[in-house]
T-cell receptor, first 116, second 120 residues
Framework: AQTVTQSQPEMSVQEAETVTLSCTYD???????LFWYKQPPSRQMILVIR??????QNATENRFSVNFQKAAKSFSLKISDSQLGDAAMYFC?????????????FGTGTRLTIIP | GAVVSQHPSWVICKSGTSVKIECRSL??????MFWYRQFPKQSLMLMAT?????????EQGVEKDKFLINHASLTLSTLTVTSAHPEDSSFYIC????????????????FGPGTRLTVL
């Protein structure tokens, strides 16, 4: 079974600074997707960024980028120029690509606080 | 975009009653929807996978007879919590998989805004 581990229950960063959230996972599959989701106080889950395991290039979405280390099974999220609206719970998630196994496995989350 | 709605957004019920939560994909058809449960300050735990036209697939430890799932159409899945008890109080979230060919979000899951259930 796949597991996703987020070792940082809480993180804080000064506004406009950069912060990195950690995520590691365990799987025996060779092809899969990894995601970072944001859950603000509204509780609506929002996709931040997605990485396909077969792609060596790290995904980037504006101020958000990942450091994907497949051999180490590590998938960290870097938020640059942090903004007050970035304050939320961040969940790392894994999805295999085998047919019939489309479910997402979530980590325990990291609560990010932005300090004005 | 792909929008998923849930109704109601919150519900309070008495112990022993049943509550139905609806999950709708508004601008796409979803053959597969997922139901999650989230306790305060915890992660999302998958309860079941809802498949249009067939029985839902439940995760280990989830009571099938207590959490009834019906995927009545390509845009609607319902979760009924039967004989609800205070320990069923939680935040329930659904998601739907976008399988529109050519979509930039193909195979991505889109989440509903969630339903907060409080059982007194």
């Amino acid at each position: 079974a796949q597991t996703v581990t987020q070792s940082q229950p809480e993180m804080s960063v000064q506004e406009a600074e950069t912060v990195t959230l950690s995520c590691t996972y365990d799987t025996s599959e060779s092809d899969y997707y990894l995601f970072w989701y944001k859950q603000p106080p509204s509780r609506q889950m929002i996709l931040v960024i997605r990485q396909e395991a077969y792609k060596q290039q790290n995904a980037t979405e504006n101020r958000f980028s990942v450091n994907f280390q497949k051999a180490a099974k590590s998938f960290s999220l870097k938020i640059s120029d942090s903004q007050l609206g970035d304050a939320a719970m961040y969940f790392c998630a894994y999805k295999g690509l085998r047919s019939g196994n489309e479910k997402l496995t979530f980590g325990t989350g990291t609560r990010l606080t932005i300090i004005p | 975009g792909a929008v998923v709605s849930q109704h109601p957004s919150w519900v309070i019920c008495k112990s022993g009653t049943s509550v139905k939560i609806e999950c709708r994909s508004l601008d796409f058809q979803a053959t597969t929807m997922f139901w999650y449960r989230q306790f305060p300050k915890q992660s999302l735990m998958l309860m079941a996978t809802s498949n249009e036209g067939s029985k839902a697939t439940y995760e280990q430890g989830v009571e099938k007879d207590k959490f009834l799932i019906n995927h009545a159409s390509l845009t609607l899945s319902t979760l009924t919590v039967t004989s609800a008890h205070p320990e069923d109080s939680s935040f329930y979230i659904c998601s739907a998989r976008d399988l529109r060919q050519g979509s930039s979000s193909y195979n991505e899951q889109f989440f509903g805004p969630g339903t907060r259930l409080t059982v007194l």
